[in-house]
T-cell receptor, first 111, second 114 residues
Framework: AQSVTQLDSQVPVFEEAPVELRCNYS??????LFWYVQYPNQGLQLLLK??????LVKGINGFEAEFNKSQTSFHLRKPSVHISDTAEYFC?????????FGRGTSLIVHP | DAGVIQSPRHEVTEMGQEVTLRCKPI?????LFWYRQTMMRGLELLIY????????DSGMPEDRFSAKMPNASFSTLKIQPSEPRDSAVYFC????????????FGPGTRLTVL
């Protein structure tokens, strides 16, 4: 069985400040990790993914995440956020049988 | 590519009525997923198909829910009879694989049962 825990349900931040959204996972098999973003009234879309190789993964819109096997974490970061980054962010772990999504973190960027 | 297409985008119905949600996956994707999203429970996987065959329906809440995939380009999720607690956003997603492939989500159907 696999599970994902997103430690913060809501993260408020001011525009141009850095942000980190935290994600911890558990899995008994090989780990494939994803971050998805959901803008209001839209479906989820992929931000980035870790399959293997370098533990630092770069995604779209300036986001990056670091895979830490010893801490079973896959935190998402951005050095400077924009108003348009306001959205719901989902961490996910994929492995048999299917993908498990976290509960989501609402990123709220204030001007 | 048009992406995953869902219809209708919004559905308002009365308790007891039958509701049918529709999905057209991305061509060439072998996997199709149905999810339900609510504030209380987050994103829940209801059922998924591989090559039109239902593989895991353990997330379907009860017998009132059923899903079919008659061909590679069409799937339906049916609720009969509908209840107010079924109110949620229902997403369809498709993927070329099960594990290390990303899922492509449709825009969702917002269902309100009065």
């Amino acid at each position: 069985a696999q599970s994902v825990t997103q430690l913060d349900s809501q993260v408020p931040v001011f525009e141009e400040a850095p942000v980190e959204l935290r994600c911890n996972y558990s899995s008994s098999v090989s780990v494939y990790l994803f971050w998805y973003v959901q803008y209001p009234n839209q479906g989820l879309q992929l931000l980035l993914k870790y399959l293997s190789g370098s533990t630092l993964v770069k995604g779209i819109n300036g986001f990056e995440a670091e895979f830490n096997k010893s801490q079973t974490s896959f935190h998402l970061r951005k050095p400077s956020v924009h108003i348009s980054d306001t959205a719901e962010y989902f961490c996910a772990v994929s492995g048999p049988p299917a993908t498990t999504f976290g509960r989501g973190t609402s990123l709220i960027v204030h001007p | 590519d048009a992406g995953v297409i869902q219809s209708p985008r919004h559905e308002v119905t009365e308790m007891g009525q039958e509701v049918t949600l529709r999905c057209k996956p991305i061509s060439g994707h072998d996997y199709l997923f149905w999810y339900r999203q609510t504030m209380m429970r987050g994103l829940e996987l209801l059922i998924y198909f591989n090559n039109n065959v239902p593989i895991d329906d353990s997330g379907m809440p009860e017998d009132r829910f059923s899903a079919k995939m008659p061909n590679a380009s069409f799937s339906t999720l049916k609720i009969q009879p509908s209840e107010p607690r079924d109110s949620a956003v229902y997403f369809c997603a498709s993927s070329p694989g099960l594990t290390y492939n990303e899922q492509f989500f449709g825009p969702g159907t917002r269902l309100t049962v009065l």
